[in-house]
């Protein structure tokens, strides 16, 4: 008997958070079979410097990039929830949103952002990515898995869903690295799509090594993305 395809969601808040954040994981496990499905809160419609840029050119070239990124990794399906960037918030609303999908989709891991983390040596971290994360982690649990949450789902034909693993990323507290100098490659194509995006692209690579370097289980260093995990019984 042929082995069960594993089920994967990202849930993030921008087109290109999923690649940026785990784009080799996602990368890696859809080659090793897994079935990838993107849920994106917003359409990055703020995301520009330009000051030419309206609304939406920049909601129809994100969408569009998007869409590219996931079909270079091998993404089976993108949905965007039509938030609007910059003003998400762990809201009742978000949560059922996102315990909607999570129902309907029915992923055994979902990735998403560790909202614990404020800021970094040279970032501050978006106020989406934060409130994405809180989202997401309250609708894993108790939203999407208890039958006597939120029973307008159920009568949407939406059972209850118990996700069993939870990768987040931009982790506080990393405890698991993902080998992605394989697939190093696609990710740098995946981040490419996003056009807009990407200021730089011939120093692309370098940025991710320099992001993503550290140092292996033998001491030599290792092209790794860093997850804090999280298994649910």
């Known amino acids: ?46 995301g520009s410097e330009d000051p030419k840029m309206t609304t939406a050119r920049l909601i129809s070239m994100r969408e569009a990039e998007q869409r590219a990124a996931a079909k270079v990794l091998g993404v089976k399906e993108v949905v965007f929830l039509d938030y609007r960037d910059g003003e998400l918030a762990p809201t009742l609303e978000l949560k059922r949103d996102l315990a909607r999908v999570i129902r309907k989709y029915r992923p055994d891991i979902v990735i998403t952002i560790d909202p614990t983390k404020m800021y970094g040596s040279d970032f501050v971290n978006h106020s989406d990515h934060r409130a994405i994360g809180e989202a997401a982690l309250d609708a894993i649990y108790p939203m999407a898995r208890d039958h006597l949450n939120r029973p307008e789902l159920l009568a949407e034909g939406l059972e209850p869903h118990k996700v069993r693993e939870v990768f987040l990323t931009l982790p506080v507290r990393p405890d698991t690295w993902i080998d992605i100098e394989p697939v190093l490659a696609k990710k740098i194509a995946a981040l490419l799509a996003h056009q807009s995006q990407i200021k730089n692209p011939a120093g692309l690579e370098a940025m991710l090594r320099r992001w993503h370097t550290t140092d292996g289980k033998d001491g030599k260093p290792q092209l790794a993305e860093a997850f804090a995990r999280i298994t649910l019984d």
Do not use: L, N
């Open 1 to 46: 008997m042929a082995k069960k395809a594993r089920k994967v969601m990202v849930i993030a808040a921008h087109p290109d958070d999923a690649e940026f954040q785990a784009g080799g994981t996602i990368a890696r496990w859809v080659q090793e079979g897994s079935e990838v499905v993107y849920v994106i809160a917003t359409r990055g419609d703020k």
